[in-house]
């Protein structure tokens, strides 16, 4: 009995949760939230700087911690989303200058591929949250872009969820091997410029909002050494 009214009540939440995005798909907010009023350019132009600040002064930004927590505590309106990969030395919050809470809404994986559930995040972060943002970024030497291009050139195969994973990226290692440059770096770009195009293709939500300019969609690579994030888009 007590099962069944806990699967009534989270039935209940997930049914108020779809209201809530068809309401913001016309227009409509939940209470308390106040989407960012940065457009989609002015969006990338305070990451551009934020990365510059990273690279010319590469600390966190003085801030009241707990203040801040507080005030976001019941609500977000993230001004970017950053699909990004799940490598421990690519963290966007610190890359793009020292963001604090409440200001990036984040999905990753290892390679940022855009599976259901980073489409299903960008999503919502666009319609729900109204981030008018989205990056895809990609790194170098990413490990799983490397991964993929072993299995196009030894026909490595990667055991577990490790090869499915990776076989998402082998399209992208395919398509530029034999191309002049680093064939890691060169399958980082083009599985990012891919994915963003994904993004726009197959989002109905991503792609409606950015007919409307109220969303762009652009992909990027983050240098390891130098700090650099370059906006291919």
Known sequence: ????RRRTVERRGFLSLAACGALAVSGLRSPGLAATALSP???LTKLRDGNRKFITAPRLCEEAMANRRAAVAKAQS???TILTCSDSRVSPELIFGGIGLGELFVARNAGNMADTATMGTIEYGAEHLGSPLVVVLGHKRCGAAAAACEVV???TAFPGSIGPMVDAIVPSAKAVH???GDFVDNTVRESARRTAAKILSDSEIVAHLSHERKVKVVYARYDLDSGVVDFLS
């Open 1 to 4: 009995m007590v099962l069944l």
């Open 41 to 43: 350019d002015e969006a």
């Open 78 to 80: 993230p001004w970017a």
């Open 153 to 155: 050139e030894k026909q």
């Open 178 to 180: 034999g191309l002049p």
